[in-house]
């Protein structure tokens, strides 16, 4: 891949797949501008934790993906541009579904937009499997059906339908990534491995809500090297790419495999308070993958072991910034 001399903008930046993906771009050799929320004590999310050397190349600016007039100035002047800022948390949809609308509807809207007007020759949108809802048939692929089952995910499939309609009618050269769940060093404790490493870190009980949903783990890593062929791919504007493994546990799988990685026997209970409403809860996800191996050329390979042990290490080195009431659901 070829990223020198490009200019590219990342929103979402400080998140945690957009501080890997703002570093491998770096690496690439791309001029990167990362934007992150405007946060008044100078916070630059999860940028903060990367190398001095690796932050002295990376420009930031601080706006949010709301202000129509603040993402055109930012997007202008570059040639690709990753959108990756988003709500993204599903329990938190439930209690504040219109901010979902506006951030991750009509900040969509407003990337689109100016990259319409500016001429950007690429923009990369970020789905996410969640759009899938709980699998009909598996693996799946990206023609499944698209179900609604939280707000965050309805404000999703808006988006990415946004995206599709940006292309079909304005021809703006979007091209989608739908990663299913990502995991690796600096994601919040809101999800639910840096929930069981640091559980197992700091307390006697694991205390988890639903063990039956699988998921499709995928590390940061890998997540990130898809977004990156997907900036430099041709012919795939207007396309959609799952970013998949192609391999399912459940919840509970996870938690035990974990548990015996890090060589501690602690007991598992759930806690009833983190179960999310049945109808809401995505039960099975699993990726058909063979889209983005055919058309971008990608394919995970840290294998789930590696990329578990990698985030343990990481989590024993940081646990004293993972607060213990931070444990999300
Ligand atoms: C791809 C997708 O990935 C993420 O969505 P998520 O799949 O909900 O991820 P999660 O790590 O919060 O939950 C995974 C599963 O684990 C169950 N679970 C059990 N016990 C706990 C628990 O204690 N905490 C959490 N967080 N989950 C738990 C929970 O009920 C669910 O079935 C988002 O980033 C989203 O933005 C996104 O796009």
Redesign the pocket.
């Known amino acids: 891949m070829n990223y020198a001399g490009r200019k590219v903008l990342v929103t979402g930046a400080g998140g945690f797949i957009g501080s890997h993906l703002t570093e491998a771009l770096v690496r690439e050799g791309a001029s990167v501008t990362a934007m992150v929320r405007y946060n008044s004590s100078g916070d630059r999310g999860m940028l903060a934790q990367l190398a001095p050397e690796m932050r002295a190349e990376i420009k930031i600016v601080s706006g949010t993906v709301d202000d129509s007039d603040f993402v055109m100035s930012a997007v202008a002047g570059h040639d690709i541009v990753f959108h990756l800022a ?1 709500l ?3 329990p938190y949809s439930y209690l504040a579904p219109r901010s979902y609308v506006r951030t991750n509807v009509e900040g969509t809207l407003n990337v689109l937009e100016a990259a319409r007007r500016l001429g950007t020759s690429r923009v990369v949108h970020t789905s ?3 759009v899938y809802g709980t699998a009909l048939r598996t693996p799946i692929d990206e023609d499944h059906p698209l179900q609604g089952q939280s707000p ?1 995910s309805a404000s ?1 499939i808006g988006a990415d339908k946004i995206a599709e309609s940006y292309h079909r009618s304005f021809g703006v050269p979007v091209t989608t990534v739908r ?4 995991y690796g060093p600096r994601q919040s404790n ?4 840096p ?1 069981i490493i640091s559980q197992a870190l700091s307390r006697d009980t694991i ?5 039956d ?1 699988e ?1 499709d783990m995928t590390f940061v890593t890998d997540t990130a090297a898809g977004f990156l062929r997907a900036g430099l791919a041709e012919g795939v504007e207007g396309e959609t790419c799952n970013l998949g493994c192609g391999e399912t546990h459940s ?1 509970g799988w996870f938690a035990e495999r974990i548990l015996a990685l890090m060589g501690v026997d602690k007991p598992i209970r759930v ?1 009833s308070a ?3 409403p049945a109808a809401s ?2 039960k099975k ?1 699993i990726s058909d993958n063979s889209r983005a191996k055919a058309r971008l050329g990608w394919e995970p390979t840290t294998s789930l072991d590696d990329g578990l042990n990698a985030t343990i290490d990481y989590l024993r080195e940081n646990i004293e910034s993972y607060r213990s009431d931070e ?3």
Not at 179 to 182: A, E, I, S
Request: charged residues 20%.
């Open positions: 988003a993204i948390a599903i996410t499997s969640e965050y999703k990663p299913f769940n990502t809101r999800a639910f491995i929930t205390m988890l809500g639903a063990l949903p998921r919840i806690d983190r179960i999310r809860e995505v996800l444990y999300g659901v």
